[in-house]
């Protein structure tokens, strides 16, 4: 209990004060200012130059939209001669945000709504019967199973389904890809970005490019960085894959677009930056549901007014663009920024609908010049040089073979003026 009183006591009526002392030690000078050295190249290399902390930041508001272009042609016994264009190949999906073109699909044409054998698998093969049960509809079913076994072929029975007959046989992808053309179809990319505090807009088709150009110009990243043309197989190819071997089962493919803005100088050094990645990580020794797919039909009646379908189940190769930038000094949150959308998409009565629909993700910050950022990253920069002292100190009084001597230094015991008068007055 005294020990606790005279730790209190000392806590309210003491007071301690800095006192400078000057140790000549080559050790401890040179340390001292060695860490002021790493310190000011510190604030000036990295917080001021790097991160350009002299700077205040807007987050971006951006727009993209897309275009594909590109023909070919098919000539199959199950189709015949076909000619493919973008609203045939550019498929309509349930989300926003994404392009998806289609490379690959298994075709069940001229559906109609009956009675039919199923599909043969491991729970649909029957001999009798008993071996089917009615009403079931598994998870991977064609459709509800009416307790009949029937002939699939001449050699095999299965379970007989009402469903849309005939059902859907995906046990066999076609190899090589069916429209495996899509190699050299193109996408016109056209982003545009607005920073409001700075009422600086721009975007990724540069005021240098010409209309002739654009007509002619493919993007590479050596001859036409700055082309907002992009060739399917190019992309591909840069993310580090084989546009054929995607193209079979499909995959999910990022176009990053970034901008790093710095407004303190001229507008022509803001410059998209493109590159590409597969954002679907294929791990081929896990190979469990590769790729991306989905289905959607086209309905129609035939002269008697019986509904008829044709089920498409495509393959392809969906584009997502993200749009993102450095984030400059001090650290902000990174906020996803308003969104404007330009969406173009169109239909027309073909066996295949068309639709485009785009991903936007954005990170992306402009900064330029100004007062408050300045003063408060050179106010921390100047704090920041307290640290040499205090670890001078730590060394200078708990790790070298003198810190007793230096401790007798550094600290000085002073009694409370009044009282120390008083007891020599009483001697």
């Known amino acids: 209990m005294t020990g606790c009183c005279t730790v209190l006591g000392a806590f309210l009526f003491e007071y301690d004060t800095p006192r400078i002392v000057l140790i000549r030690s080559r050790k401890v000078g040179l340390m001292n200012r060695t860490v002021q050295l790493l310190i000011l190249a510190y604030v000036i290399g990295w917080v001021f130059v790097w991160e350009k902390g002299y700077q205040e930041t807007d987050s971006v508001v951006s727009s993209v939209t897309v275009k594909a272009k590109g023909v070919t042609m ?21 989300e926003e945000n994404s392009v998806f073109i289609m490379t690959n699909m298994v075709i069940t044409m001229n559906q109609t709504q009956g009675l039919c054998p199923e599909i043969p698998g491991k729970t649909t093969v029957c001999e009798t019967d008993a071996n ?6 598994g998870t991977h079913s ?3 199973a009416t307790g009949r076994c029937v002939s699939f072929n001449g050699t095999l029975k299965t379970c007989e389904v009402a469903a849309w007959c005939p059902v859907e046989d995906d046990t066999e992808v076609p190899k090589p890809a069916f429209l495996k ?6 996408l016109l990319v056209k982003n545009n970005i607005w920073y409001p505090k700075f009422n600086f807009s721009k975007r990724n088709i540069l005021p240098n490019i010409t209309t002739a150009y654009l007509k002619t110009c493919i993007y590479d990243a050596k001859t036409d960085p700055f082309c907002p ?4 197989g190019k992309i591909v190819e840069s993310a580090g894959h084989s546009f054929q071997d995607i193209a079979i089962e499909g995959g999910i493919m990022g176009i990053q677009i970034k901008w790093n803005c710095n407004l303190d100088r001229a507008a022509s050094f803001c410059l998209p930056r493109y590159s590409f990645r597969r954002l679907d990580t294929r791990d081929l020794a896990h190979n469990v549901s590769p790729g991306y797919n989905f289905r959607f039909a086209k309905y129609y009646s035939d002269l008697n007014g019986a509904e008829h379908r044709t089920l498409i189940k495509a393959y392809g190769i969906r584009f997502d663009i993200i749009v993102f930038g450095k984030v400059a000094w001090p650290p902000a949150p990174l906020v996803q920024s308003p969104v404007v959308f330009f969406c173009w998409s169109g239909q027309r009565p073909t066996l295949y609908p068309h639709h485009n629909f785009f991903f936007f993700s954005y990170r992306s910050q402009a900064g330029k010049f100004d007062i408050i950022p300045t003063m408060i990253n050179i106010g921390s920069g100047l704090a920041l040089l307290g640290v040499a002292t205090v670890l001078c100190d730590v060394i200078v009084l708990y790790c070298m073979k003198k810190r007793y001597y230096y401790r007798e230094k550094k600290y ?5 003026y009044e009282q120390g008068l008083g007891n020599q007055m009483d001697q």
Do not use: H, M
């Open 74 to 94: 098919t000539n199959t016994s199950k189709l015949g001669f076909r000619i493919w264009d973008v609203a045939d190949y550019v498929i309509p999906a349930q």
């Open 132 to 137: 089917c049960t009615a009403g079931s509809a």
């Open 142 to 144: 064609s459709g509800v």
């Open 181 to 186: 053309a899509a190699e050299n179809f193109t």
């Open 229 to 232: 043309i992009f060739r399917l």
């Open 412 to 416: 000085k015991y002073v009694e409370d």
